[in-house]
């Protein structure tokens, strides 16, 4: 920029070229000529050339000043949005730090709904004018009808509401009976309330309240843990957090799991505060994300609800962060770049200096230490809200239940069904696995089903008629004979699934209204509603669900659950196993009697001495975390120390395990840095793609992500191959 701008602003950057972030996984860096007319601040969007073609990118900074100015290439336009703020480009460089990426595909995640930055095109609206044509149809009739008595309207709606063709709207604008006005972009979202009535706290809910209320109220940055059972109140004891913030004219931001199926929650949001939050997930439609990203970026969308990539958008007055369920496994992603939204709204909360609220009734081994280390609050909701009694939690014996084979429920778990439904009240039976059976197999001759792509065996959906791979998509037809040996009906189905649970429940309880709950059951947010409010409304007796029916809702009628395979997610055995499963089970259990009627929880088992096992039916929960982090402790596992999970994978099985084995060998070594393996991964071949992994184990005062980022920092990829660091892995496969 050039002496005499009238730009005084004090971020203004201020020279003539400047380094411009694109959202590119590597090399993202690059300088930028400013021309004469031009004005940018660090953090405008802007459009530049980059090998022929036309890229968005953030300005970031003064330039590097590693190209000669004669070869430079100028900035080609500035998007007319207010500038990514100092704190999220700060951000942007964390994530990138911590995850060992490149601030680039960071920045990536922020600039996923790019055309959000463009002015919004007008909509346009037909409304009534000037005189009725000489030739009037009934089309054109019902169209003035339509105009006549109300508002202008889209010409999507009129098409809709009067059953016309657009050239009918066309013919009268042309006969100048019907004109076009402009809309406001789009339409004002309305606001939530806070002073709109809540439901009067209990003491403990009340105190809890008022601790966060007031952090609100002073603001500054605190991470506070809220436990409490499920059904304990802790959504009504954030929710006055969330009214707290916006009667200080602050932004709001939910973080939820399942966020697709959380219509529940959409619905309690709105009857509490008048008006739907902002939702922000991947099956948001793009015009939707589009609308939502700029009211998040000019404050208008007051309270957003999201699943993690909400984390990543620019919120220009942020108040408060709420993370629900903070345990959950889904804050983790594992592509591309591998964050947990939890942490990185901690993260977040620190350098936009906010309130941060972590919650659970199954808080993570992180965040329990956390909070026993005085890094975070801790606020406990002792009780079910109302008086509400936990459950009565027993295991079954699955090795003397006398169940018969090739069945799954055991007499007692079926007595207590019939038990519930006799009195009118509803069950639900949870197992983890959606389809027919796991596992098909060949009578004659052994030969399983697995995938081409992935080392995995294929899961027989009888619904659709296919065995299908849960991890790579493919499917085909349940041959009439075995691929292998040709024999007819030699085909078997190994294990339950739900829908194979669906037959026997039908078979014990014949008159008993059953659905299966599963994500090829929910063919979207609006169908997963639907069975939700059938299940409220008591149409359906009995819901048989995957963990998708495990998450917060609340059926006060629900008094059994049965958990057909409560050992299933403890098979892997890895690191989290335990805690997982520990996680889910006393979620799962935490749906039966959340109201007067007391619940009764069945776990069916093959260990019931197992300690997650004997924890839930005990109830000792404080026993069992105490284990759990002596366990942790003394290998020095997270929390108490670090990992970080190398993949490789490629489609060349030899170039992989070779690039593995030499990068072991240059492997981070010494005082408190280990790195262990190469090995190939439990799911060796996935989509096609070979893959090997390695694991970095350190003390917690190594710097094990400089030591990362030396170690691969020569290594080239070659063809295929792919490299992904994972800090904190939350998977092993
Ligand atoms: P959690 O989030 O801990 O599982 P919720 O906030 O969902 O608990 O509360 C469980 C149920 O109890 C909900 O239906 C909620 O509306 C109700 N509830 C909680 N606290 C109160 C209260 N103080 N007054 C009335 N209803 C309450
Ligand atoms: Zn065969
Ligand atoms: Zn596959």
Redesign the pocket.
Known sequence: MRAGDAITRPDDVGSESVSVLLPLPIHALYDYLVPEDVHVFPGSYVMVPLGGRSVLGVVWGAPLGDVAPEKMKAILEVKPAPPLSAVMRDFVEWVARYTVNSPGAVLRMVLRVSEALDPPRPRLAYRRAGDLPPRMTPARQRVVDLLDDGPPLEKADIVREAGVGSSVIKGLVDAGTVEIVELPAAPRLALPDPDAQG????DD?AVAADDLTAQVKTGGFATTLLE??????????YFEAVAEALRHDKQVLVLLPEIALSAQFLR?FAERFGAEPVVWHSDVPRKKRRDAWRAVSDGSARVVVGARSALFLPFAKLGLIVVDEEHDGSFKQEDGVCYNARDMAVVRGRLEDLPVIL?S?TPSMETLVNVELGRYGGLT?AE???GAALPDVAAVDMRSAGTARGHWLSPPLVDAIQTALDAGEQGLLFLNRRGYAPLTLCRTCGHRFACPNCSAWLVEHRHFGRLQCHHCGFSGPVPESCPACGSTDSLVACGPGVERLLEEVEQCFPDCRTEVMSSDTLAGPDVAQELIARFEAREIDLLIGTQVAAK?H?FPMLTVVGVIDADLGLEGGDLRAMERTWQLLHQVA?RAG?AEHPGRVLLQTYDPENPVLAALVSGDRDGFLGYLKEQRRAAGMPPFGRLAGIILSGTREGDVRDLARELARHGPRGDGIQTLGPAPAPLSLLRGRYRWRLLVHARRDVDLQGAIRAWLKPVKLRGTMRLQVDIDPYSFL
């Open positions: 439901p009067v706290l209990s809910q409490g059972v499920t059904g304990s109140g802790k959504t009504e004891v309690r919650c009734a909701l079910r809200h109302g917060g609340h935490g959340r």
